[in-house]
């Protein structure tokens, strides 16, 4: 049985008191075609501050798809979309200055170390030498890598790159963190883990924004969405979920939804 | 600002923590140099001949004699059937078959006139040009020879003699590698320029990392710097390795100023690393960005006078050529290199080249999104 | 024996689908062949004078006026000392200087002879001659039309015999060259590049894994490449023949099994890079600075093999290409059988075997 460390932003109902301000991420209307196939079909949701909200779905359901689009990477054929309080379509550059961003492939620099890796984001984000050397000594001690920080990437076991992928991405203390898929191919255990650095980021006031395949990592979350072939067919808490579909676990409730 | 200084940081450091690249930095000049130059040439060393006496006569035996003294005629064969020397031709065992045929001597004699054939491999026409040019003269200047040996007239010399004196400057030996090693290296500066780096940032698209920097707040120069100045400077430094050993080797001397070629080199680099860029953004794998610059430069090193004169190309080639990088600064680099030219010598070429340089760097930048 | 089959399938989609690979694989050797074609050419046209002239009487003139009637020649300047001579250089148009001395129509007659200074830019050697050598042609005709009626006792008049290309058209070395480049492009370069790829991006390893054995892999990977190398020498050769009239004097058969050869030359050769490169720029890189550029300047190409030093000579034996050009020029132009070329064709042989074995070896090295 796992036991979740539970963060302090939400209450026990799956409350956010961040709603008060407002919601981080609004997304209306959300549209992505790619040619004649559609892979966001009007979209509609918000994320608070503060909160673990999980986008849920099968391969190619659409999920990376408009996670992208959040980051700035991809422009929505159509919709109004917000991140941080910047508008996708004007101020994107803004977004990208309140964002940190892991993709699949944990995009790391194989070929560099890691306090290169770390020097390389933090330059970009204006972290001052000082400051980062100290964050770095910390958080390599913190993850128990302090000998790896002179090694390069290519080098390290797979678990430790995600470690490294998502310290990364929230060296400069973004508002928001996008995660696609980021426990692909390691095992539960260290998947866990993993999962205990995101609470603490979100403990830290990072909202996370998580795409995932693993069902059962929707209960790790504070609210799911899941999608199915590109429409948001359920959006709740796990909990409220499970009550409405009289399910045991997430998977039964998406087997229900994707049928 | 500083954000420019880490990623080119991070450039360099890849770039040189490549265990192949080092070598290949320092081994490809010296490469080319060495045996590029020295292969690329039509100055002939050897011709291979095979006569066919059949007159076996005085004159027909001092003819061949004349040949054979001339150091690069080398008389492989000499038989009395004209087959066997077809044979060799198709063999590639000889250049030209000289035939001499029966009566020769006495023809010449007799009738004032004598025939003689030449039997040459044309298939690669501008040598074959050549023998039969180095041929005739030779047989020409036996035929005086033998006129004023048999006739006791001095020399045969025409009425009125235009005394023609020939001087080659810039290049006295006509050492055709002092022609060819600016093209060399031109070759080796376009190849950095355009390929490495336009794969070097396809690179980064195949693999992913470049989304992690599209979601940074770097900006789409920054990025570009960052994947342009490195090789830029490469580039530079490995044609001043180049004309290093081109001196060491072969006493290529450099005339003009070194400020100025290096200068001009920057701008052409300019030209070469826009378009490599620009072809990194229309294409997604590596393997395109090789065979679209490859084919570029492939047209553009043709037709831009590197091995071949411009001058020699038809009008309409000409015309496409205002468009060819390459083409000005060859033009510049060998003036600069061989004659001395200033910088107002070539100032027409320097405008072009300027202007090239913008338009693909341009369309490079406007062609990178950081968003799809 | 259908892994094999769909996974053939679907290496000939992965090319097949991509345009732009395409156009150039077909695009490449055509503009190489249109280029070569129109565009190289050694003649001179239009060349850039200056006349130093220091008589201006009527035979200086009279030459002058031979000289740039004859379409060789254009007139850029007429200059009125040696010191302009440096700076018109300099500005690169001007590629020979043409002195004629003071008195020249009356030293020609008084004396018998008269001077002519060419100058040449000897920074292009090659034009340099033609140019020097065009000139001197064209005053000595000059000067044997004045006196046409006096002819040479026991003239030696040569004729020539051009062998296997009457016309001596460029096409003739050309074509044959065009054809060794874009198959070794394509063979060598695009098959290690392919095979390279997989492994940059780590499904090398998924193809290990599955049912297929290495063999399988490498068979599946080099087969599209084969074929596209086939279309394409068969393109080249019909090019030759329709644009540029180049025959295929021998058996076009002969010359299709000894591309087909050349191709899977060349194809294991791309393979023992893929063995040996880590990753797609090393093995562009190696397959651009050790194949291509020595293929083209190595193998008689171009540059003809004999003008070159001892040394280049001994190593351009390795080049795979120079003995494929001897063997096409001998099919195409000779007409020659497999006679004349069987020495060349067993090291072809020899040469694809060394690489097969050389990448087993390796191969299996880096699997263990």
């Known amino acids: 049985m796992n036991t979740k460390v539970k963060h302090n932003n939400l209450s026990p109902t799956g409350e956010n008191p961040g709603r008060e301000t407002g919601p981080i991420i609004t997304v209306e209307n959300l549209v992505k075609k790619f040619g004649s196939f559609t892979a966001n079909d009007n979209l509609t949701f918000d994320v608070y501050r503060g909160e673990i909200f999980g986008f849920l779905g099968a391969n190619g359901a659409g999920k990376t798809t408009a996670l992208r689009i959040l980051c700035g990477l991809s422009t929505p054929t159509s919709g109004e979309v917000k991140v941080a309080g910047f508008d996708i379509y004007r101020e994107t550059e803004k977004i990208k200055k309140n964002i940190g961003y892991m993709s699949q492939k944990f995009s790391l620099y194989e070929d560099l170390t890691v306090a290169e890796n770390i020097q390389l984001y933090a330059g970009i984000y204006g972290i001052s030498p000082k400051k980062r050397k100290a964050k770095m000594t910390e958080l390599l001690k913190k993850l128990e890598l302090e000998g790896a920080k002179n090694k390069l990437i290519a080098g390290l076991p797979l678990g430790w790159k995600q470690k490294l992928a998502f310290s990364v991405a929230v060296f400069h203390e973004p508002k928001i963190v996008f995660l696609d898929e980021p426990t692909g191919g390691v095992d539960p255990i260290t998947r866990r883990r993993f999962w205990d650095m995101i609470y603490e980021a979100a403990s830290n006031g990072i909202t996370v924004f998580v795409t995932t395949h693993y069902m059962d990592e929707a209960e790790y979350c504070d609210r799911v969405s899941i999608m199915d072939a590109g429409k948001i067919e359920a959006l709740d808490t796990p909990a409220k979920l499970k009550e409405q579909y009289n399910a045991k676990n997430m998977d039964e409730v998406f087997i229900q939804i994707a049928r | 600002m500083k954000t420019i200084l880490y990623i080119l940081q991070k450039e360099f450091r890849q770039i040189f923590r490549n265990r192949t690249m080092l070598p290949m930095i320092f081994g490809v000049p010296l490469l080319q140099m060495l045996i590029l130059v020295f292969a690329a040439t039509f100055e002939m060393k050897q011709i291979d001949m095979v006569v066919v006496d059949k007159d076996l006569s005085a004159a027909s035996r001092e003819l061949v004699a004349k040949f054979e003294g001339v150091p690069f005629y080398h008389i492989a064969e000499a038989v009395q059937d004209e087959t066997i020397g077809e044979k060799m031709l198709l063999n590639d065992k000889a250049d030209v078959v000289l035939v001499i045929p029966v009566n020769f001597e006495r023809n010449l004699v007799r009738n004032d006139k004598a025939q003689l054939q030449l039997l040459v491999n044309a298939i690669d026409g501008n040598t074959a040009q050549l023998i039969f040019a180095y041929s005739s003269r030779i047989i020409s200047s036996f035929n005086q020879n033998l006129v004023a040996e048999w006739k006791g007239i001095p020399e045969f010399t025409p009425p009125a003699l235009v005394k023609i004196a020939e001087s080659y400057w810039y290049n006295s030996e006509l050492d055709y590698k002092w022609y060819m090693a600016p093209g060399i290296l031109a070759i080796l500066v376009t190849i950095i320029g355009m390929f490495m780096s336009g794969m070097n940032l396809v690179r980064e698209k195949e693999i992913g990392t470049i989304e992690q920097l599209n979601v940074t707040p770097v900006k789409k120069y920054q990025f570009i710097i960052g994947k342009l100045v490195p090789f830029w400077v490469i580039a530079l430094f490995d044609l001043a390795f180049g004309l290093f050993i081109a001196w060491l080797v072969f006493d290529l001397p ?54 071949t004169p411009v001058e020699s190309m038809p009008h309409w080639a000409q015309m496409v050529d205002r468009l060819n990088p390459i083409f000005y600064f060859m033009k510049i680099m060998r003036m600069l290199i061989l004659k001395g030219s200033g910088f107002f010598d070539f100032i027409e070429e320097f405008v072009s080249l300027s202007v090239l340089g913008l338009f693909f760097l341009s369309l490079a930048i406007w062609r990178y999104r950081k968003t799809a | 024996m259908k892994q094999l089959k769909s996974f053939i399938k679907k290496e000939f989609f992965h090319i097949f689908r991509d345009p732009r690979t395409m156009l150039i694989l077909f695009g490449i050797p055509i503009a190489q062949l249109l280029i070569f074609g129109t565009v190289i050419k050694s003649e001179i046209r239009d060349v850039h004078i200056a006349i130093y002239d220091q008589s201006k009487d009527e035979t200086t003139m009279q030459i002058t006026n031979k000289l740039l009637s004859s379409g060789y020649f254009l007139l850029d300047e007429n200059l009125g000392s040696t010191e302009g001579i440096e700076d018109i250089f300099k500005k690169g148009k001007v590629k020979e200087v043409v002195v004629f001395e003071s008195n020249f129509g009356e030293k020609l007659i008084r004396e018998g002879s008269a001077h002519v200074q060419l100058i040449a830019d000897a920074s292009d050697p090659n034009m340099a001659r033609l140019v020097t050598s065009y000139t001197t042609g064209i005053i000595n005709d000059y000067i044997r039309k004045l006196h046409p009626n006096l002819e040479m006792p026991m003239q030696i008049q040569p004729e020539v015999r051009m062998y296997f290309n009457e016309e001596m058209k460029s096409a003739y070395m050309f074509v044959p060259g065009t054809m060794a480049l874009i198959l070794m492009l394509i063979s060598a370069m695009m098959t290690s590049i392919s095979i390279t790829r997989e492994k940059e991006m780590g499904t090398m390893e998924i193809l290990l894994v599955s049912p297929l054995k290495p063999g399988q892999i490498i068979v599946g990977k080099v087969l599209p490449y084969l074929i596209l190398s086939i279309i394409n020498a068969f393109v080249i050769v019909l090019i030759g023949r329709f644009v540029f009239g180049v025959p295929v004097t021998g058996s076009f058969i002969l010359l299709m099994l000894e591309t087909i050869l050349f191709i899977l030359m060349a194809l294991c050769l791309g393979i023992l890079i893929s063995t040996v490169a880590k990753n797609q720029m ?25 003008n070159m030093p001892e040394i280049l000579q001994w190593l351009s034996h390795i080049m795979p290409a120079r003995w494929f050009i001897s063997i096409i020029r ?32 390796k191969f299996k090295i880096r699997l263990e």
């Open chain 3, 330 to 361: 001998g099919i195409m132009l000779k007409g020659t059988g497999l006679l004349f070329v069987w020495k060349e064709t067993l090291i072809l042989i020899g040469m694809t075997l060394f690489f097969v074995v050389a990448s087993v070896k």
């Open chain 3, 282 to 306: 090393v093995a562009m890189f190696f397959s651009m600075i050790a194949l291509m550029l020595p293929t083209i300047i190595l193998s008689g190409f171009i540059f003809p093999i004999e």
């Open chain 2, 254 to 307: 450099i005339v003009g100023s070194l400020w100025l070629l290096f200068g001009m080199a920057g701008v052409y680099l300019i030209s070469v690393l826009g378009l490599g860029l620009f072809i990194s953004t229309i294409t997604e794998t590596q393997q395109q960005v090789m065979f679209v610059s490859f084919f570029f430069m492939m047209i553009f090193i043709l037709m831009g006078g590197i091995f």
